[in-house]
């Protein structure tokens, strides 16, 4: 097999954005085309606080990284069946990495051979959708970041690798929230090696009955609570 691989990415700084393809060129693939999308402001479920993306002051621009790296980029919402199919099929894309996106369409999975590897802060099905590391906490979950191939259910589809972060009895929730996120770059690695020797990807299907909906600030409140006991059940 050849994999070709396109990201879906976000059109403004974004630091998961930025170490997704800072990744991909280290490690050798040099052959990118990026969807950029368009930012779009978004309520959590139950919140009165918009969700926003994890950003950085010291992030560039992710059109800036993409042409640094020399990687094809194209400025398009990820919705837009047309205009990815179009622009894939142009490149002949048929893998793709998800390092910023909102929900993809079936019909835009489909349009990768391969399939679509995503990246998530938390054990799955018990963590899908927003807020992972408070639904982490409330249902006692293990601490791991996953990568899976998606399907057209939120964070469900195939799982590919989990990794588990090592927790302390002094870290702070914003510490552990840091180890999920290194965790999911290492995934990233392991996928990029993969990638680059062109070898086949192993996965197991995920079984997600329900996903779980955007915890409110009084949830979230709450959780918090039984941050330290969780923590000491994995340590």
């Not at 469900?156 to 999911?184: C, P, T």
Request: overall charge neutral; proline content about 3%.
């Amino acid at each position: 097999m050849d994999y070709k691989v396109a990201v879906f990415a976000y059109d403004f700084c974004h630091k998961k954005t930025q170490d997704i393809l800072a990744n991909l060129y280290i490690l050798g693939i040099n052959d990118v085309v990026v969807f950029l999308a368009p930012r779009v402001e978004i309520l959590n479920n139950g919140s009165n606080k918009p969700f926003t993306s994890i950003t950085d002051e010291d992030v560039e621009n992710s059109r800036t990284i993409c042409d640094n790296l020399n990687y094809k980029y194209y400025i398009v919402p990820h919705n837009e069946n047309y205009a990815v199919s179009e622009y894939s099929k142009k490149h002949q894309r048929n893998l793709a990495i998800i390092s910023g996106a909102r929900i993809l369409k079936e019909s835009i999975i489909n349009i990768f051979e391969f399939g679509v590897i995503n990246y998530h802060p938390g054990p799955l099905p018990e963590t899908s959708g927003l807020n992972s590391i408070f639904w982490m906490v409330k249902k006692n979950s293990r601490p791991v970041a996953t990568a899976h191939f998606i399907d057209k259910k939120v964070d469900a589809g195939r799982l590919i690798d989990e990794l588990q972060i090592n927790l302390n009895k002094d870290d702070s929730f914003s510490i552990v929230e840091h180890k999920l996120y290194i965790a999911q770059l290492n995934l990233h690695k392991m996928v990029c090696k993969k990638i680059y020797k062109n070898e086949l990807f192993e996965s197991k299907n995920i079984v997600r009955h329900s996903k779980n909906n955007g915890m409110s600030d009084k949830e979230i409140h709450s959780t918090m609570d039984a941050f330290d006991s969780w923590k000491k059940g994995f340590i």
